[in-house]
């Protein structure tokens, strides 16, 4: 007997699902894809494809080297696509308020320690802690989807993204 | 309120099940059916749908918002105290005025669905499994199956594999790879740590822990951003429940397709059909309720709010039941 396929999504290989209405918005489901948001993406926006009040999920196009960044809070990192590269840096001093919200970007790289660095390939899922820098890297092409809060660099693309009619 | 139970085998009835009342309601069992009556009415499930939605509704602790066993009867939780409702939510119940509600503290209807769940699941029936993978619920009593109804619901604090919080699937820990999964790569992210931060860097296989689960429709918080909890569960067959939701709630398809019926939250006509497949992203509103269909084993991340503000803030009309507004 034949066992069983597991379907996986990815940037060259993927079908979107859709909305059928009966009665009501297809704009209430707020329905998009993942890797069809980041196939528009530049490389390492943070495109938000889910929002729950302060809380979002971002869609980040990974594609050579980011910029540093610092993350007030703990962030999660889901690879979905390709294989990622996150180093992580302890700075030398408070580069965040640890009450904001969502991370900020940094000019250059910050002053600090090394605290190591995890290589990560899809479904592999990378804590990304609080007050700690990070950035990553991807030699290809790779998608990340990011569990964070909303933050100024986080970008809403919401009619261009989703199923906007029945 | 008051809260008796005949149970097996003190008072047993033909079945050799015992018989549960609660308040108004009434839970009886035969080999085939659950048989709930209360002031106003009596109702009947298939056993196997009524342990299968019993079990969750234990397990989540009432879950968010609204657990409909069927399109009659279910529970609401209030976070400390329940409803539990005939007709609540079918809008013939209510046009007939027929439809009964009456409310019970958490832990008293917690007790009775636990001491139900334990009497009427039979020994080698796992209502959390997937129907080709567990035993038969019908019959008359044929023993218990305690280590299924009673296993933990995996809660990390901060994420799984961190040191001290929960921790990866493995065969040592009774967590082989699922039938259905059996492709899935089981390789583990390199984590090299420099010392002293073997606290802050850290990262696992979710995909591989997904295909370890041993039961479906079950949710467990795998990582926190704050109140944002990633939600992931192997889904297999029908949603044992209607969630009626009480807040927004988001479905990531990680891989293969689940549908969801979509219905409104308060009467049930159809509103929607949501197709979604690996990559897909889904809000469901705050005003609907939703039920699933998974043909093959699947991985499904749900994402939550867990903050207890949300439901009176949509009722005051402070937020919308929409997630977002475009």
């Known amino acids: 007997m034949a066992g069983y396929t597991t379907v996986f999504g990815s940037l060259d ?10 009665d ?30 302060e809380y979002v999920l971002e869609t980040i196009r990974c594609e050579g080297t980011s910029e540093w960044r610092v993350t007030p809070h703990d962030e999660f990192a889901l690879v979905m696509d390709g294989t990622v590269v996150v180093e992580l840096l302890d700075p030398s001093g408070q580069l965040v308020d640890p009450d904001a919200n969502g991370s900020i970007g940094l000019d250059g790289e910050p002053a600090g320690t090394r605290m190591g660095r995890i290589t990560a390939s899809r479904g592999h899922q990378a804590l990304l802690p609080a007050g700690k820098c990070y950035r990553f890297h991807c030699d290809a092409v790779g998608v990340i989807l990011l569990q964070t809060i909303e933050g100024p660099d986080t970008i809403y693309r919401w009619a261009e993204i989703c199923q906007t009619e029945a | 309120m008051t809260l008796t139970s005949d149970t097996a085998p003190a008072n047993p009835n033909d079945a050799g099940y015992g018989t549960f009342t609660i308040g108004g309601f009434t839970f009886s069992r035969d080999e085939y059916f659950a048989t709930i009556t209360w002031p106003t009415g009596t109702h009947q499930l298939a056993i196997d749908v009524f342990l299968r939605a019993l ?10 918002g609204i657990v409909n066993f069927d399109s009659v009867f279910g529970t609401v939780n209030h976070y400390g105290n329940v409803d539990m409702f005939a007709g609540r939510f079918n809008d013939a119940y209510r046009r007939a005025e027929v439809d009964y509600s009456e409310n019970f503290t958490h832990d008293d209807l917690m007790a009775c669905f636990q001491s139900m769940l334990k009497d009427w699941t039979n020994d080698g029936y796992d209502p959390f499994a997937a129907p080709q993978e567990t035993g038969q619920p019908f019959g008359k009593n044929n023993g218990s199956n305690d280590a299924a109804v009673t296993r933990r619901r995996v809660v990390a604090d901060r994420m799984v594999s961190v040191p001290g919080d929960e921790q990866v699937r493995t065969d040592d820990m009774g967590f082989p790879v699922n039938r259905g999964f059996a492709d899935v790569p089981q390789d583990e992210p390199i984590v090299e740590v420099e010392p002293g931060y073997e606290g802050d860097v850290a990262a696992y296989n979710l995909f591989k822990y997904i295909s370890r689960s041993d039961v479906t429709w079950n949710p467990s918080v795998v990582s926190a951003c704050k109140e944002s909890l990633y939600c992931p569960t192997s889904e297999e067959f029908i949603l044992p429940v209607i969630h009626g939701n009480d807040r927004v709630e988001w479905f990531v398809q990680l891989s293969d397709e689940i549908q969801w019926d979509v219905e409104d939250r308060d009467t049930g006509a159809k509103r929607a059909r949501v197709i979604c497949k690996a990559g897909d992203v889904a809000a469901m509103p705050a005003d609907i309720r939703h039920q699933g269909y998974s043909p093959k084993r699947s991985m499904l991340l ?10 009176e803030m949509i ?4 937020i919308s039941p929409r997630a977002v507004d475009f």
């Open chain 2, 302 to 311: 749900v994402w939550e709010n867990a903050s207890n503000r949300i439901p």
């Open chain 2, 315 to 318: 009722a005051r009309g402070e």
């Open chain 1, 24 to 53: 009501d918005d297809p704009k209430a489901y707020v329905f998009s894809n993942i890797f069809e948001v980041a196939s528009m993406s530049k490389p390492y926006e943070k495109v938000a494809v889910g929002k729950n009040l």
């Open chain 2, 55 to 64: 079990q969750r509704d234990v397990a989540w602790g009432f879950f968010y």
């Open chain 1, 13 to 22: 290989n993927y079908e979107k699902g859709r909305v059928i209405i009966v």
